[in-house]
């Protein structure tokens, strides 16, 4: 979800200044998730542009029907749960 909303923010923000409720459940569950993402210190919510590149070429090999593949956690110093 943070790389979704990181490479379309200017979007979300601007369809949001002609109608406040677009994606509003969307941000506000972001909102949440930044906020666990902070009360584990982790920095996963703020994802780099070269983290967002790779977020987008692994979705691309995504096959439908197959499992997801997992991703490997960002080296924050937390371990994930």
């Known amino acids: 979800m943070f790389n979704i909303y990181a490479d379309f ?3 979300i923000e601007q369809e949001q200044r002609l109608d406040k409720n677009y ?3 969307s941000c506000e ?6 906020e666990i993402e ?4 982790s920095s996963d ?9 790779d977020f ?3 979705e691309s090999k995504t096959i439908v029907g ?3 593949k997992k991703r490997r956690p960002r ?7």
């Open 9 to 11: 923010r200017d979007d």
């Open 23 to 25: 994606y509003g459940d």
């Open 29 to 34: 569950l972001l909102k949440k998730l930044h």
């Open 38 to 41: 902070e009360e584990m210190e």
């Open 45 to 53: 919510d703020r994802p780099s542009k070269e983290e967002i590149l």
């Open 56 to 58: 987008w070429r692994d």
């Open 66 to 68: 197959s499992p997801l």
């Open 75 to 81: 080296k924050t110093g937390n371990t994930p749960i």
